[in-house]
């Protein structure tokens, strides 16, 4: 079936919605007042709906409008995506790759995998998004980026398994958690202050279950977390790899718990679209893959 609307008369009805006016939206648009009123009635013609009721000098959706509202920013949204994506595909090579990593991942990890896809495409620039949680839930859903690899796989995405991460607790040696005499019960942590990496999505929507204490401090990246545990602020559950230095060398020391030492969480690689990818954005997700993939040796 043909459609009856085209994407400029939905694209009319966004703008007098958002704008409140038709003579607000014809100003952003770039158009007469006249051109978008038509687009309207034209959209109205075709679905034998109204879509607007004015009052006073307010254009207000009506129900039917205001659910046609809804689709159709999701049809023009993706209509920019499929647009974007032939250019891309036309230029054969993407001049960017935007790349999204949780911040559980040692930076190091990622730098090296960037620094063997720069040998392979040294004119292709990368936009690399250091986030917590759902931060990476929304570089994705808003494809701010074309590729991250996190903790969980947000819906409607499909994520390809790479490894394990463990968390441990840990403190500073002279923190009375490793005086007790005993092991660590859940009891006693909330009796002592806890350092938590703050979820940087719009929402703030995930917590991990982690905040056992009473008292809490909230920073934005785990090395702040790790800096603070070495002075003896508080104690934190932190990922291995950011701990086998610090360890080796006795300047933090494991929580003996009584129960749930480790925590254990599998790491994912995600395409914001696998299908539109272009070879740079493919050629990333193998380099990540392989560094990623590769259990580190232990400390």
């Given at each position: 079936?043909?459609?009856?609307?085209?994407?400029?008369?939905?694209?009319?009805?966004?703008?007098?919605?958002?704008?409140?006016?038709?003579?607000?939206?014809?100003?952003?648009?770039?158009?007469?007042?006249?051109?978008?009123?038509?687009?309207?009635?034209?959209?109205?013609?075709?679905?034998?709906?109204?879509?607007?009721?004015l009052q006073g000098r307010r254009a207000?959706?009506?129900?039917?409008?205001?659910l046609l509202y809804r689709r159709a920013?999701?049809?023009?949204?993706?209509?920019?995506?499929?647009?974007?994506a032939a250019c891309r595909l036309s230029?054969?090579?993407?001049?960017?790759?935007?790349?999204?990593?949780?911040?559980?991942?040692?930076?190091?990890?990622?730098?090296?995998?960037?620094?063997?896809?720069?040998?392979?495409?040294?004119?292709?620039?990368?936009?690399?998004?250091?986030?917590?949680?759902?931060?990476?839930?929304?570089?994705?859903?808003?494809?701010?980026?074309?590729?991250?690899?996190?903790?969980?796989?947000?819906?409607?995405?499909?994520?390809?398994?790479?490894?394990?991460?463990?968390?441990?607790?840990?403190?500073?040696?002279?923190?009375?958690?490793?005086?007790?005499?005993?092991?660590?019960?859940?009891?006693?942590?909330?009796?002592?202050?806890?350092?938590?990496?703050?979820?940087?999505?719009?929402?703030?929507?995930?917590?991990?279950?982690?905040?056992?204490?009473?008292?809490?401090?909230?920073?934005?990246?785990?090395?702040?977390?790790?800096?603070?545990?070495?002075?003896?602020?508080?104690?934190?559950?932190?990922?291995?790899?950011?701990?086998?230095?610090?360890?080796?060398?006795?300047?933090?020391?494991?929580?003996?718990?009584?129960?749930?030492?480790?925590?254990?969480?599998?790491?994912?690689?995600?395409?914001?679209?696998?299908?539109?990818?272009?070879?740079?954005?493919?050629?990333?997700?193998?380099?990540?893959?392989?560094?990623?993939?590769?259990?580190?040796?232990?400390?």
């Amino acid at each position: 079936m043909e459609p009856k609307v085209s994407l400029e008369q939905w694209r009319a009805l966004l703008a007098v919605i958002d704008a409140g006016s038709y003579a607000k939206a014809a100003e952003q648009l770039g158009k007469s007042q006249s051109a978008v009123s038509y687009a309207i009635q034209q959209l109205e013609t075709a679905l034998g709906v109204a879509v607007f009721e004015l009052q006073g000098r307010r254009a207000v959706p009506t129900a039917p409008g205001e659910l046609l509202y809804r689709r159709a920013r999701h049809l023009l949204a993706e209509a920019e995506r499929l647009e974007s994506a032939a250019c891309r595909l036309s230029e054969q090579v993407e001049p960017l790759v935007g790349l999204a990593g949780d911040v559980l991942i040692p930076p190091e990890k990622i730098l090296a995998g960037l620094a063997e896809f720069a040998d392979a495409f040294p004119e292709t620039r990368v936009e690399f998004y250091e986030s917590v949680m759902s931060g990476t839930d929304d570089a994705l859903v808003q494809r701010r980026v074309d590729l991250a690899v996190a903790a969980r796989v947000p819906p409607g995405f499909v994520g390809d398994y790479l490894m394990p991460v463990t968390f441990y607790g840990v403190t500073s040696p002279q923190h009375p958690l490793q005086h007790l005499g005993r092991p660590v019960t859940f009891e006693d942590l909330r009796h002592h202050r806890q350092m938590i990496v703050r979820d940087s999505g719009m929402h703030r929507r995930h917590s991990e279950g982690w905040q056992e204490a009473e008292q809490r401090w909230t920073v934005s990246h785990i090395k702040t977390s790790l800096a603070a545990v070495r002075m003896g602020l508080s104690y934190a559950w932190l990922p291995e790899a950011y701990l086998r230095e610090a360890l080796a060398n006795n300047e933090l020391k494991l929580l003996p718990m009584e129960a749930g030492a480790e925590r254990v969480y599998s790491l994912y690689l995600i395409f914001a679209d696998r299908d539109l990818a272009g070879p740079a954005t493919r050629h990333l997700a193998e380099v990540l893959r392989r560094h990623l993939s590769e259990r580190a040796p232990q400390a």
